[in-house]
């Protein structure tokens, strides 16, 4: 069995060290490489208890969880899956079996009562606070016959994790490991080429820092201050339920957000993100998910054929609207609404924190946003304005109940 990993990876597979430290760049292959990783210890010394973590729960269910799948497809291992626990079961070649147990800290006391872990992989480490990363640390501490190792990996943005930065690169800890990483570094060419466009064309230094060159830095300047918070319940009524979407496919995800509405109040909620979905890969996603015939949903109008192709799907998608300066006066209206994150839509936190405006030479704020991992962005405001733009007087106002993820 032959797995492939770039060369700048290839000595990792070896490395016992408590913690295994993989901060780089966009598309350095650091995941995958993670996910090889935990592949080769299963075939190699078998009988392994892996626990893949991300913040949140569901979110390890479109990232994490198909980066496996895809690795044993690859090499043609047959595995078994327990959809509702999220376990996937596999045999080493020596017939020892082994578990990956998929999840997120939406439950903390949950994770504390796994017993028999052998590894853990926390991706998207920037997610996690350092209180969150103790806990974890703590669940691996029963003796075993192999290395207990945590993998970590991230892109170095201080300003979402400062404390990664300072536990373990302003300080050296002789039990971690430290790999820094580009997109130089990815072993498939053609993702390669994909990236590198979208990362040499950044012109603000602080996000080409990060995330072309794998370099810590603390974006600055944010255009939204959204807060995070709790969805009501209790009984509470929305006026209405609304949806935002944003197409892509190679590098770039799709994106839907769902977004409630009382009054003059908005909460945005994260329902899809997930690059590589097909017209009709998003279309049955967003009716898994409970969006129905009536519901309205503001897309790109720059992709008339996805807008007809989801529309022949019966779902109620519509072109947002798009003009001269539209951007900016959608940013401008969205600056002058109360919007809150729902808690668990960990794309769009990442996003408020790194949207920011273009600066001229002196660093001064130009009107025009950097054009950087906006995806959720751009559906919110899709949505948002486009929706309010219409005719209120005399429009139904139809409470909606919340559709179960």
């Known amino acids: 069995m032959e797995i492939t990993v770039s060369s700048s990876f290839y000595p990792l597979f070896d490395k016992d060290q408590r913690y295994l430290i993989l901060c780089g760049g966009r598309g350095s292959g650091k995941s995958e490489f993670a996910a090889r990783k935990l592949f080769y210890r299963c075939m190699k010394e078998g009988g392994h208890r892996f626990l893949v973590l991300r913040k949140v729960r569901k979110t390890a269910k479109e990232s994490v969880l198909e980066v496996m799948k895809r690795v044993l497809a690859e090499n043609d291992v047959q595995y078994g899956f327990n959809k509702t626990d999220r376990i996937i079961d596999f045999r080493s070649p020596n017939g020892k079996v082994n578990e990956m147990l998929f999840d997120g800290l939406d439950e903390p006391e949950k994770i ?140 770039n995800p799709a994106v839907v957000i769902r977004i409630y509405r009382k009054a003059d109040v908005f909460w945005v909620e994260e329902l899809i993100y997930e690059p590589k979905l097909t017209n009709i890969e998003l279309g049955r996603k967003m009716i898994s998910r409970g969006i129905e015939r009536h519901d309205v949903v503001y897309c790109d109008s720059a992709e008339p ?82 929706h309010m733009k219409q005719p209120r007087a005399g429009m139904a106002v139809i409470a909606h109940s919340v559709y179960p993820d």
């Not at 936190?349 to 600066?359: A, I």
């Open 112 to 251: 504390k009562s796994i017993k028999g872990l052998t590894g853990i992989w926390m991706e998207e480490t920037t997610e996690f606070t350092e209180k969150d990363f103790i806990e974890v640390d703590l669940c691996l501490r029963e003796p075993g016959p192999s290395y207990k190792q945590l993998i970590l990996s991230f892109n170095p943005d201080e300003a979402l994790a400062p404390w990664l930065k300072k536990r373990f690169f302003d300080n050296i800890d002789p039990n971690a490991f430290v790999h820094p990483s580009t997109v130089e570094d990815n072993p498939v060419a053609e993702i390669r080429k994909e990236y590198l466009a979208q990362l040499d064309a950044l012109s603000d230094p602080t996000l080409k820092k990060i995330y072309r060159h794998g370099l810590w830095a603390a974006p600055k300047g944010q255009i939204y201050g959204w807060d995070v918070t709790t969805l009501p319940t209790n009984g509470f009524k929305f006026d209405e339920i609304f949806y935002g979407c944003d197409f892509g496919y190679s590098v």
């Open 305 to 386: 054929k996805s807008i007809q192709e989801l529309y022949e799907m019966r779902l109620n998608v519509k072109p947002c609207d798009k003009g001269p300066d539209s951007v900016k006066a959608g940013i401008d209206y969205l600056k002058n609404q109360t919007i809150h994150v729902v808690e668990g839509s960990t794309n769009i936190v990442k996003e408020v924190g790194r949207y920011k405006w273009k600066e001229d030479k002196n660093g001064n704020p130009l009107p025009e946003p950097v054009k950087f991992d906006d995806h959720t962005m751009d559906a919110i405001r899709y949505g948002i304005v486009t």
